[in-house]
């Protein structure tokens, strides 16, 4: 008899909120992951950063698990297939897991626990992925938030009401683990991806100088000021509790980040509608012009903007895009050539090593103006002056698109004056 502990985006042996329940419990543990065929099936690119990231993290869990006599079961294949062979290998009585607030995530979920369930078998799912969930936070007639700024006063006095952040410490040696001997990981090609030759993944460690400073520092692409922790709490490599706790701590702007983190999976699980729709549904009718060959030039850095190409060829050879070009990029993108955010979003998507749904269609939103909270139509960021505030002397330019002061750079695919009137024509038109 045993209890599964099923990872999904809390891949990591410590504060992890499930696991620490599941050993608690009454039957020893045996930890489960499933390379899901939904998910992997549809990537198109088959050298993904992310993919090999999960499977080098399995790998060092596995390990780890092998240290206390245990080991982790890991198949690819759909849910449905793995879980009739977990039932047909194993006697099991009951599984934990944490939650995950994406709709395909919850759909799965809810499929799995139905199916658990009619097998005799208990389905207990916990809060780990953030600081505060679903309807922990709401104003005070019981409707979620729409805004920012209060919902974020709220999660402080909450945070305040509890304590702080708690811990869910996981007994490794000696831990109520299922003995057994070691199984096999699938291999990439297994499932028909490669391996990237440079994949450089960030540390997964808390520099706290940096987050001392990070108010400061922030805003500037050209300087190693933010974390680069993304991918680490998006696959729960780290846990959000034990960074929150370094941010409570030591600087309130680095604080407000995570919260925009929590607010975010707010909305998409109060709104799943988001995905695909605007969360401000009066912006419906902007007749997006979605210029393909536009596209293109957007997507391989060749706009004429050096800060827009520097961007976005950051993130076509790293995975990774700092904040501020983030919102430079997808602004450019909506505003100066008024392509539809769901294309910019899907192309993030398919790039981002810290990709998240919610956090992804919360930026996109925001920028294109449709979103909760969003920037105003009206504003609408000029890459140039952008540049000189935040990258003045061109170190991240320079990086990036060093030949942008010569004859190979192309000139500007639109001009910025022209593209902001067309704008705003656009959107004053639809608003009426
Ligand atoms: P830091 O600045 O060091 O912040 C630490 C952590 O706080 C981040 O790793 C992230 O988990 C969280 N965080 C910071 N800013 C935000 C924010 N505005 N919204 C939500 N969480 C935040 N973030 C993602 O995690 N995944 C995405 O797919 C994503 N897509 C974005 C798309 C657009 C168009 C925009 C404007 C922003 C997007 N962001 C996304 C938010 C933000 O840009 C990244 O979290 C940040 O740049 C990651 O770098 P970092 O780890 O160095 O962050």
Same mark, same amino acid.
């Given at each position: 008899k045993v209890s599964i502990f099923w990872f999904r985006r809390d891949l990591r042996l410590v504060d %992890?909120?499930?696991?620490?329940?599941?050993l608690k419990g009454e039957y020893p543990v045996l930890p489960l992951f499933i390379f899901d065929r939904a998910i992997l099936d549809d990537l198109e690119d088959k050298k993904d950063r992310r993919v090999q990231f999960i499977h080098e993290q399995i790998h060092t869990i596995k390990k780890e698990l092998e240290t206390y006599g245990s080991s982790l079961y890991v198949r690819y294949g759909t849910v449905e297939e793995v879980w009739s062979k977990v039932l047909e290998s194993y006697e099991v009585q009951e599984v934990y897991t944490n939650r995950d607030y994406e709709p395909y995530a919850k759909d799965r979920d809810a499929m799995v626990s139905e199916f658990l369930q009619s097998e005799g078998i208990t389905f207990k799912d916990f809060k780990d992925q953030c600081i505060f969930e679903r309807d922990? /936070?709401? &104003?005070?007639?019981?409707?979620?938030?729409?805004?920012?700024?209060?919902y974020s006063r709220k999660w402080k006095t909450k945070l305040e009401e509890q304590g702080g952040f708690p811990t869910y410490p996981v007994q490794g040696e000696g831990g109520n683990w299922f003995h057994t001997s070691s199984l096999a990981i699938p291999s990439l090609e297994d499932m028909g991806f490669e391996a990237c030759e440079e994949p450089d993944f960030?540390? %997964?460690? /808390?520099?706290?100088?940096?987050?001392e400073t990070y108010d400061k520092t922030r805003d500037y692409p050209g300087q190693h000021g933010t974390t680069h922790l993304g991918v680490h709490l998006r696959f729960g490599t780290m846990s959000i509790r034990s960074l929150a706790r370094a941010a409570k701590e030591l600087n309130g702007t680095f604080l407000n980040e995570l919260i925009w983190r929590d607010f975010y999976m707010m909305i998409l699980h109060h709104f799943p509608k988001v995905v695909n729709e605007n +969360?401000?549904? @009066? =912006?419906? @009718?902007?007749?997006?012009?979605?210029n393909e060959e536009e596209f293109e030039k957007w997507k391989e850095g060749k706009t004429g903007y050096p800060i827009v190409d520097a961007g976005m060829r950051e993130l076509n050879t790293t995975g990774y895009m700092h904040n501020r070009v983030r919102m430079i !990029?997808?602004?450019?993108? !909506?505003?100066?050539?008024? /392509?539809?955010?769901?294309?910019?979003?899907?192309?993030?998507?398919? @790039?981002?090593l810290d990709y998240d749904l919610s956090a992804n269609n919360g930026g996109w939103q925001w920028a294109a103006? !449709?979103?909760? *909270?969003? #920037?105003?139509? +009206?504003?609408?960021?000029?890459? =140039?002056? #952008?540049? *000189?505030? +935040?990258? &003045?002397?061109?170190? =991240?330019i320079k990086k990036w698109v060093p030949e942008f002061e010569t004859e190979d750079y192309p000139e500007p695919m639109v001009d910025h004056k022209e593209a902001r009137e067309r704008c705003l024509a656009v959107f004053k038109d639809v608003l009426g």
């Open positions: %992890n909120h499930g696991l620490s329940e599941a922990e /936070i709401l &104003k005070d007639d019981g409707d979620p938030y729409m805004v920012f700024t209060p960030p540390a %997964n460690y /808390i520099y706290r100088d940096l987050i +969360f401000n549904s @009066k =912006y419906d @009718k902007i007749p997006w012009r979605n !990029t997808a602004s450019f993108l !909506t505003k100066h050539l008024l /392509i539809d955010w769901r294309w910019g979003e899907a192309y993030f998507a398919s @790039k981002l103006s !449709t979103g909760t *909270d969003a #920037q105003p139509y +009206f504003r609408i960021f000029n890459p =140039y002056s #952008q540049t *000189d505030k +935040f990258d &003045k002397d061109k170190t =991240y």
